[in-house]
């Protein structure tokens, strides 16, 4: 089955500087990488996700990039802010629409951002 | 996005007891249900899946007897946790995916979660 990697398990910055969050895959079939944000008590919020047909994806200050060759993607979050503190998981997941397929999540990445 | 609420949001209850989660997709109809269940400082861990109308189906290790589920309708699947034990305290999640694009792939959005504590 799917394995999916994530590093760092954590990772501190100051506000306003860059957080690279990467995840590593194992299935190549794979075609489905959300990214979501749990913060504490609650449950995980999806913030953006990539096809597998696609390199890259942005939405404001967050971005994805997609390296299907070497099967890793990665978050970007730009002028981090303390609000961005939370834990951050990566999934992957095969399949078509409709078939039941599930995702597999990283081991999380606890992000803090020091004002 | 699509919003996915549970309740209650956390419980206590006696070693011994059984205890209902419900987990409702509020604005959209959920053919797929997932649960989760998630230890301090770890990832989520898919308990089962549930589709609308037929019996769930269990990971590998999940006991079906002890973690019943309902998935009664297309916005309600519910999750009893029999006879708990304080090893069943956890985070517990659901899931319900979306309908999909024409073409396209099933958007999963996630509840809030509810903290179960067995004493």
């Known amino acids: 089955g799917e394995n999916v990697e994530q590093h760092p398990s954590t990772l501190s910055v100051q506000e306003g500087d860059s957080a690279v969050i990467k995840c590593t895959y194992s299935d190549s079939a794979s075609n489905y990488f959300p990214w979501y944000k749990q913060e504490l008590g609650k449950g995980p919020q999806l913030i953006i996700d990539i096809r597998s047909n696609v390199g890259e994806k942005k939405d404001q200050r967050i971005a994805v990039t997609l390296n299907k060759t070497a099967k890793h993607f990665s978050l970007h979050i730009t002028e981090t802010q303390p609000e961005d503190s939370a834990v951050y998981f990566c999934a992957a997941r095969k399949g078509r629409v409709n078939a039941g397929n599930m995702l597999t999540f990283g081991g999380g990445t606890r992000l803090m951002v020091k004002p | ?119």
């Open chain 2, 1 to 119: 996005g699509a919003v996915v609420s549970q309740h209650p949001s956390w419980v206590i209850c006696k070693s011994g007891t059984s205890v209902k989660i419900e987990c409702r997709s509020l604005d959209f109809q959920a053919t797929t249900m997932f649960w989760y269940r998630q230890f301090p400082k770890q990832s989520l861990m898919l308990m089962a899946t549930s589709n609308e109308g037929s019996k769930a189906t269990y990971e590998q290790g999940v006991e079906k007897d002890k973690f019943l589920i309902n998935h009664a309708s297309l916005t309600l699947s519910t999750l009893t946790v029999t006879s708990a034990h304080p090893e069943d305290s956890s985070f517990y999640i659901c899931s319900a995916r979306s309908p999909g694009l024409a073409g396209g792939y099933n958007e999963q959005f996630f509840g809030p979660g509810t903290r179960l504590t067995v004493l």
